[in-house]
């Protein structure tokens, strides 16, 4: 077996400050999706497989965050680009399918769910400032400032140096990348009008030009961009350089290949849409063209 694939079954690192809001959130989540589970009228809100899409998304944060991925990601700037992809393209978009806001304000304690809802409810600055950084473009362009930002040398090489700078850019690529799936998942709370699907084909395939030039770019530099990865011990046989060339084409062919994906997949809920809107149409004609029954008319003898 490669080194590599030995080292990915290392033990985990227990990290309590990842271990915890997780054990809390996840907790939060059963919770509320129970309580749901038990009026009729509200099962679809808290369905199995949003149950199911939930806790993958937040395992994925685990296997991110705590597992060899991590620790190897200061070694290898090839695991360090696997390790935001989890973050980035596979968390945050599960989590939103698992519908975490209806459900995990049902499972708050009652003042706190009612504090909760009246913050999102009414005309209050709470609102107000969600609603303002969750529009569509500011939104993507929050996210492709974060994301593009932290590839910057001296600040990459600055979290791979300072544990609370790495921690705070996984927490805002985390942050930003919830941002950025709001609008394509269509989660709630919905604090704007819902995007037909062909704008949010559009909006995730705007991401994928700066994404694949960035990737590009580091994939092909002849130099070595991040100068921390020149002064650790070097493992598996790669030179930094080429750890570097791997690293920078997992940015520009997997992010790209995803959100092509993601593109994709919308394309066929609209087709299927389509197709579901035909057939009720045809049902709707037929119906009408069937021949109704005349009225009999009793002759009196």
């Given at each position: 077996?490669?080194?590599?694939?030995?080292?990915?079954?290392?033990?985990?690192?227990?990290?309590?400050?990842?271990?915890?809001?997780l054990?809390?959130?996840?907790?939060?989540?059963?919770?509320?999706?129970?309580?749901?589970?038990?009026?009729?009228?509200?099962?679809?809100?808290a369905?199995?497989?949003?149950?199911?899409?939930?806790?993958?998304?937040?395992?994925?944060?685990?296997?991110?965050?705590?597992?060899?991925?991590?620790?190897?990601g200061?070694?290898?700037?090839?695991?360090?680009?696997?390790?935001?992809?989890?973050?980035?393209?596979?968390?945050?978009p599960?989590?939103?399918?698992?519908n975490?806001y209806p459900?995990?304000?049902?499972?708050?304690p009652?003042?706190?769910r009612?504090?909760?809802?009246?913050a999102?409810?009414?005309?209050?600055?709470?609102?107000?400032?969600?609603a303002?950084?969750?529009?569509?473009?500011?939104?993507?362009?929050?996210?492709?400032?974060?994301?593009?930002?932290?590839?910057?040398?001296?600040?990459?090489?600055?979290?791979?140096?300072?544990?609370?700078?790495?921690?705070?850019?996984h927490?805002?690529?985390?942050?930003?990348?919830?941002?950025?799936?709001?609008?394509?998942i269509?989660?709630?709370?919905?604090?704007?009008?819902?995007?037909?699907?062909?704008v949010?084909?559009l909006?995730?395939?705007?991401?994928?030009?700066?994404?694949?030039?960035?990737?590009?770019?580091?994939?092909?530099?002849?130099?070595?961009?991040?100068?921390?990865?020149n002064?650790?011990?070097?493992?598996?046989g790669?030179?930094?350089?080429?750890?570097?060339?791997?690293?920078?084409?997992?940015?520009?062919?997997?992010?790209?290949?995803?959100?092509?994906?993601?593109?994709?997949?919308?394309?066929?809920?609209?087709?299927?849409?389509?197709?579901?809107?035909?057939q009720?149409?045809?049902?709707?004609?037929?119906?009408l063209a069937?021949?109704q029954p005349?009225?009999?008319?009793?002759?009196?003898?």
């Amino acid at each position: 077996m490669h080194p590599m694939v030995t080292a990915l079954f290392a033990p985990w690192e227990l990290r309590w400050e990842v271990l915890i809001p997780l054990l809390v959130f996840g907790t939060i989540y059963a919770t509320g999706w129970t309580r749901l589970r038990r009026q009729s009228r509200r099962q679809q809100v808290a369905s199995k497989w949003r149950l199911a899409m939930y806790y993958i998304g937040v395992g994925s944060l685990a296997v991110a965050l705590m597992s060899p991925i991590d620790w190897l990601g200061s070694q290898l700037l090839t695991m360090h680009m696997i390790q935001h992809k989890i973050l980035v393209m596979v968390a945050a978009p599960l989590i939103w399918l698992g519908n975490p806001y209806p459900v995990g304000v049902w499972g708050l304690p009652r003042p706190v769910r009612n504090a909760v809802t009246l913050a999102l409810a009414g005309d209050t600055w709470f609102r107000r400032g969600l609603a303002a950084i969750s529009q569509p473009a500011i939104a993507w362009l929050i996210f492709t400032f974060i994301y593009l930002g932290w590839h910057d040398p001296s600040l990459y090489d600055l979290a791979l140096r300072h544990e609370w700078v790495h921690n705070l850019e996984h927490l805002t690529f985390f942050l930003g990348a919830m941002l950025f799936w709001w609008p394509v998942i269509n989660g709630a709370p919905r604090l704007h009008k819902s995007l037909p699907y062909w704008v949010r084909i559009l909006y995730v395939l705007a991401f994928v030009p700066p994404n694949a030039i960035a990737g590009f770019a580091i994939a092909n530099s002849t130099d070595v961009i991040y100068a921390y990865y020149n002064s650790v011990p070097r493992l598996y046989g790669m030179t930094a350089l080429e750890d570097q060339m791997i690293g920078g084409a997992i940015m520009w062919v997997w992010s790209s290949e995803m959100m092509i994906d993601v593109a994709i997949i919308m394309l066929g809920v609209i087709s299927h849409q389509e197709k579901k809107r035909k057939q009720k149409q045809q049902s709707t004609t037929g119906a009408l063209a069937l021949p109704q029954p005349q009225p009999q008319v009793k002759v009196a003898g």
